[in-house]
């Protein structure tokens, strides 16, 4: 006597691989332009914590892969995260452009929803990703990391100043070495430990996202005996 197990196959909203796509795309992107907009001699300083804001960016985009695998409930909270950073890093005006893979999280949720999915714990399956996705991105601006540089009026080499610099009331004084032609600041660089930090809360974010997802029941058919 053999068994016969039948599965349905759930076909992929189109909105969400668009808007997994256009997220990663967009954050991708944006790391890039910040990196190149960095003075050279920060560059290197701060490599990883651009890397990590790129992460951060496209956390909703994380969450709605998840939330393929029957987890619907993530792709509500890519949706609300993807609507909330982009709110956040408006600053940048390119932060907008996030808004649209996050309006296609939302509508690729509805489309699972409407076939019954019922993931277990579904709010706190939104909530909980939402919050530590917040998390991850003021883990980057928690503290403030001043950064000056300076270019030699001779070679014309532009170095970072890892002395002479201080913060007094919320203003930077910096004294430049003798033959500099030109100075300047950052008052905040993203530093490597705050960029693995947040890196370590998206990956958090998406394990405990996934577990709270958990559908309560499976798609697949009872075993049927067949003769």
Do not use: K
């Not at 990196?35 to 709605?64: D, I, K, Q």
């Not at 939330?67 to 609300?80: D, I, M, N, T, Y």
């Not at 489309?111 to 883990?139: K, T």
């Not at 950052?186 to 709270?212: C, K, N």
């Amino acid at each position: 006597m053999g068994t016969h197990r039948s599965t349905e196959r759930r076909a992929v909203p189109r909105t969400a691989v668009t808007g997994i796509v256009l997220c990663l795309v967009f954050a991708a992107g944006v790391g890039i332009l910040q990196y190149l907009n960095t003075e050279l001699a920060l560059r290197s300083l701060e490599l990883a914590g651009t890397v990590a804001f790129a992460v951060v960016l496209s956390a909703p985009a994380l969450l709605a892969l998840a939330g393929l695998r029957e987890r619907p409930s993530l792709l509500v909270a890519a949706g609300v995260l993807g609507l909330v950073l982009a709110f956040l890093s408006s600053f940048a005006l390119v932060g907008l452009v996030f808004v649209a893979p996050a309006v296609l999280f939302l509508v690729a949720a509805g489309q699972l929803r409407s076939e019954e999915v019922r993931p277990r714990g579904a709010i706190a399956a939104v909530l909980v990703p939402v919050v530590l996705g917040l998390v991850a991105f003021f883990a980057l601006l928690v503290h403030d990391d001043p950064a000056c540089w300076a270019t030699d009026a001779v070679t014309g080499e532009t170095s970072r100043l890892e002395v002479g610099v201080s913060v007094e009331g919320g203003s930077i004084s910096v004294t430049t070495p003798p033959g500099t032609s030109e100075s300047g600041c950052s008052s905040d660089v993203i530093t490597p430990v705050e960029g693995l930090v947040a890196i370590g809360i998206v990956g958090l974010m998406l394990g405990v996202g996934w577990s709270l997802a958990r559908p309560t029941s499976s798609r697949a058919a009872p075993v049927v005996p067949t003769g």
